[in-house]
Every structure is written in structure tokens, then in C-alpha cells.
């Protein structure tokens, strides 16, 4: 059974500090999505590394894939009030038809 | 553009009464269509999904069950609800084969068994 880690569970930060949260698995996937849920909505899509060392930028977010493609990394720049919410990374892995979600993140970016 | 559809948005119900919840999907055709369960704060719990019309997997067994009588709808139900069944109820459609399986979600229906 594949299964995804997140750390660190919980997060408060000051605004304006950087911060780094991590999915991890001793699974391979094929490649991994990021979301981002603010309270009592949906989870919204924030991208996907499908490449093993792909980095990808969202504005001050940077996401990078493990190379190994069995991890990957969320690094915000300056947080602020708005990038509070729970991060949830999934993985496309050898389960056809669904992805597998880690238990999240939950990041509170203090004013 | 897709949108995604879930109603209600909230609802309480008592311990024992049945329960449907909706889900539709405008804009595209074929999709795979998921329902999950999250607990506040927390992590989601995938509960089934379905790759067509019909065609249903069940990912945790439960007095849940799911049903797709079209394409783009997806129907969570009960028989009588448990005060276990309370929480936040998710429905998500992805492209499957013909993409990936990025997940596009709904709004969510809260759910309170009292």
C-alpha cells in the first residue's frame, strides 16, 4: 500500500517569514499534485511535478519533485495572511483511476 | 470551462434517517468522478469513485453507498446514519485516462448527524 507523510503537521508562522513543508513516502510515483483548502471549501489544485528534480514556481511558492520521485517539498517566500490553509500534497502511483492524499499540512500565517 | 456541483451544502440529520447527497459535473465528458470524506483539519478519506456509468469501487467499507445513473452524476446515500458519518463531504472529478488524475473539486456538503 502506498502512503504519503506530510510534516510539519502544523505551522504558524509571522507574516513575511519563509517557510518549508515536506511530503515524503518510501513509494515511488508517478507524480505528485499540491493543494491548497481554505476552510469549508474545496480543495483548489496548485500544480503538478511529474519529473524527478522538477522545480516548479507559483509566484512565491516553489515546488520541487524528489528525484528519486518519492518526495517532494512546498517552499513559500514571505508568507502572508492570504497563504494560510491546509496544504495536501497527492500522488499518481500504481493504483489506476485515483490518487493517493497525504494528511496535510495546516498553515497559519500570523498578521 | 468544468464546474462541479454538490448540494446540499449543509445539512443536520438524525442518527437512523437516509441521506442522498448530489453531484454533478458540467463541461466535460467521461469523467472519473470520486467521493471523499474529511475530518476537520484534516486529511481526506477517499470512500469511492467511479470511471463511467454504473461502474462503482469502494474504497472503505461502511453503510455508505454511491451510485452514477449518468454520466456527469454522482449520488452519495445511507439507509440510516451513523453519528460516525458526520463530516465534510467531497465530490471530484478528474480527466482519468484521458489526462491525469488531477483532482478538480466541489464546494462540499457539511454533514451533522446529531
Known amino acids: 500500500t502506498q502512503l504519503l507523510e506530510q510534516s510539519p503537521q502544523f505551522l504558524s508562522i509571522q507574516e513575511g517569514e519563509n517557510l518549508t513543508v515536506y511530503c515524503n513516502s518510501s513509494?515511488?510515483?508517478?507524480?505528485l499534485q499540491w493543494y491548497r483548502q481554505e476552510p469549508g471549501e474545496g480543495p483548489v489544485l496548485l500544480v503538478t511535478?511529474?519529473?524527478?528534480?522538477e522545480v516548479k514556481k507559483l509566484k512565491r511558492l516553489t515546488f520541487q519533485f524528489g528525484d528519486a520521485r518519492k518526495d517532494s517539498s512546498l517552499h513559500i517566500t514571505a508568507a502572508q495572511p492570504g497563504d494560510t490553509g491546509l496544504y495536501l500534497c497527492?500522488?499518481?502511483?500504481?493504483?489506476?483511476?485515483?490518487?493517493?492524499f497525504g494528511p496535510g499540512t495546516s498553515l497559519s500565517v500570523i498578521p | 470551462s468544468q464546474t462541479i456541483h454538490q448540494w446540499p451544502a449543509t445539512l443536520v440529520q438524525p442518527v437512523g434517517s437516509p441521506l442522498s447527497l448530489e453531484c454533478t459535473v458540467e463541461?466535460?465528458?467521461?469523467?472519473?468522478l470520486y467521493w471523499y470524506r474529511q475530518a476537520a483539519g484534516r486529511g481526506l478519506q477517499l470512500l469511492f469513485y467511479?470511471?463511467?456509468?454504473?461502474?462503482i469501487s469502494s474504497e472503505v467499507p461502511q453503510n455508505l453507498s454511491a451510485s452514477r445513473p449518468q454520466d456527469r452524476q454522482f449520488i452519495l446515500s445511507s439507509k440510516k446514519l451513523l453519528l460516525s458519518d458526520s463530516g465534510f463531504y467531497l465530490c471530484?472529478?478528474?480527466?482519468?485516462?484521458?489526462?491525469?488524475?488531477?483532482?478538480?473539486f466541489g464546494p462540499g456538503t457539511r454533514l451533522t448527524v446529531t
Open positions: 463541461g466535460t465528458s467521461n469523467p472519473n
Open positions: 471530484a472529478w478528474s480527466l482519468g485516462l484521458a489526462g491525469t488524475y488531477e483532482q478538480y
Open positions: 511535478v511529474v519529473t524527478g528534480g
Open positions: 513509494s515511488v510515483f508517478s507524480s
Open positions: 497527492a500522488g499518481e502511483g500504481t493504483s489506476y483511476d485515483k490518487v493517493i
Open positions: 467511479s470511471v463511467g456509468i454504473g461502474q
